[in-house]
T-cell receptor
Framework: GNSVTQMEGPVTLSEEAFLTINCTYTATGYPSLFWYVQYPGEGLQLLLKATKADDKGSNKGFEATYRKETTSFHLEKGSVQVSDSAVYFC????????????FGTGTRLKVLA | DVKVTQSSRYLVKRTGEKVFLECVQDMDHENMFWYRQDPGLGLRLIYFSYDVKMKEKGDIPEGYSVSREKKERFSLILESASTNQTSMYLCASFGTAQHFGDGTRLSIL
């Protein structure tokens, strides 16, 4: 079946460090892939997305590339800030016509000043 | 921007009560979703709706029902609240991606 696996957290980094959060997926067909961010006490916000192989999604300095050969969609940022501290969710949308998503369990990022 | 509004940020109810969680979206989206979020389990789909009066069960529908009488409003109902339904509840609607409300943190005492 379809599934998303994210690296366990928390991930703790110093300000200006490089960030990678790993996400791999299992899916039949050609899913779309997403990263969402959840700040404390809030709902999920769409951070970026990619709809086909080799697409790169980017937003607010974050990037992720849809790698079909490795079934991965790793989130990266070159220089994190304290304000990036949040929980990050990887998700896939499989082509069922219902627009249902499957979410990973989330990775908590803590950025220290 | 898509706006998804959940009626309450925090709610405290008692065991056995019937609980209504309301969600409204302003973009005329057909598809709407209810999730619960628990530590270590991520988001789990409870129910979704793909049109007015149309609904389908998600992965964990037991103990819940939903109502979609108008396109913009999707309600989640806990028929008889139990302590294991204490959780964060998130509503989403689908445009080009799923867009979420701020969530309702529900405590059942």
């Amino acid at each position: 079946g379809n599934s998303v696996t994210q690296m366990e957290g928390p991930v703790t980094l110093s300000e200006e460090a490089f960030l990678t959060i790993n996400c791999t997926y299992t899916a039949t067909g050609y899913p779309s892939l997403f990263w969402y961010v959840q700040y404390p006490g809030e709902g999920l916000q769409l951070l970026l997305k990619a709809t086909k192989a080799d697409d790169k999604g980017s937003n607010k300095g974050f990037e992720a590339t849809y790698r079909k050969e490795t079934t991965s969609f790793h989130l990266e940022k070159g220089s994190v800030q304290v304000s990036d501290s949040a929980v990050y969710f990887c998700a896939l949308s499989y082509n069922s016509g219902t627009y249902k998503y499957i979410f990973g369990t989330g990775t908590r990022l803590k950025v220290l000043a | 921007d898509v706006k998804v509004t959940q009626s309450s940020r925090y709610l405290v109810k008692r065991t056995g009560e019937k609980v209504f969680l309301e969600c409204v979206q302003d973009m005329d989206h057909e598809n709407m979703f209810w999730y619960r979020q628990d530590p270590g389990l991520g988001l789990r789909l409870i129910y979704f709706s793909y049109d007015v009066k149309m609904k389908e069960k998600g992965d964990i529908p037991e103990g819940y029902s939903v109502s979609r009488e108008k396109k913009e409003r999707f309600s989640l109902i806990l028929e008889s609240a139990s302590t294991n339904q204490t959780s964060m509840y998130l509503c989403a609607s689908f445009g080009t991606a799923q867009h979420f409300g701020d969530g309702t943190r529900l405590s059942i005492l």
